[in-house]
């Protein structure tokens, strides 16, 4: 029944190490977001994809490499993890209107990413 | 200037109060405003849409100033649950595409008290 579901949702892990986070929804949207939301819960967009196809890419460094397999999913991969990687990982999805405008975003429940 | 700026908070209110927040945007050219609640440890949830004329939803109304860029949240007889995090939401027009990625406010934390 879980609209938005993300695995793993807790992740400790070694800084150099490499890592995913995968997401999916069932909710048949076109669009899927990966946001993160550092300790000050300062929550900012990462990627969107639309119809698997990438549309946004914030200033995101490119040791993260987001990844869309079909619309259902929006997966996350992580090089080279560093101390300041340490956030909560937000995935979401929404149908988007024409126009640029939005509706709703629905959430993931987040994976806490811990890097020691 | 902050693309979506709002009150921190904690706002501290007893049960019944009624409490208004604040948040004001940088971007004019802006086309979509939300409201959106965040538990503690929990993902965010949409609360409202916020419409030019301005909208109510039971004990909840939103405002939308475009003139003054500005958007408020007003909460009547606070209950408990409304103990959250409220995060203002706003759309703002990204630099290099035609895109449009929402920016969210850092929020305003609400503590209602028995």
């Known amino acids: 029944d879980t609209a938005v579901s993300q695995t793993p949702k807790y992740l400790v892990t070694q800084m150099g190490n490499d890592k995913s986070i995968k997401c999916e929804q069932n909710?048949?949207?076109?669009?899927m977001y990966w946001y993160k939301q550092d300790s000050k819960k300062f929550l900012k967009i990462m990627f969107s994809y639309n119809n698997k196809e990438l549309i946004i890419n914030e200033t995101v460094p490119n040791r993260f490499s987001p990844k869309s397999p079909d619309k259902a999913h929006l997966n996350l991969h992580i090089n080279s993890l560093e101390l300041g990687d340490s956030a909560v990982y937000f995935c979401a999805s929404s149908q988007d209107r024409a126009g640029g405008l939005y509706n709703e975003q629905f959430f993931g429940p987040g994976t806490r990413l811990t890097v020691l | 200037r902050k693309e979506v700026e709002q009150d921190p908070g904690p706002f501290n209110v007893p049960e019944g109060a009624t409490v208004a927040f604040n948040c004001t945007y940088s971007?004019?050219?802006?086309?979509?405003f939300f409201w959106y609640r965040q538990d503690c440890r929990k993902e965010p949830k949409l609360l409202m849409s916020?419409?030019?004329s301005g909208n109510e939803d039971g004990r909840f109304t939103a405002q939308l100033n475009r003139a003054s860029q500005y958007i408020s949240l007003l909460i009547r007889d606070s209950k408990l649950s409304d103990s959250a995090t409220y995060l203002c939401v706003v759309n703002y027009k990204a630099r290099n595409s035609g895109n449009t990625p929402l920016v969210f406010g850092k929020g305003t934390r609400l503590s209602v008290i028995a």
């Open positions: 971007n004019s050219a802006s086309q979509s």
């Open positions: 909710l048949g949207h076109d669009t």
């Open positions: 916020v419409y030019s």
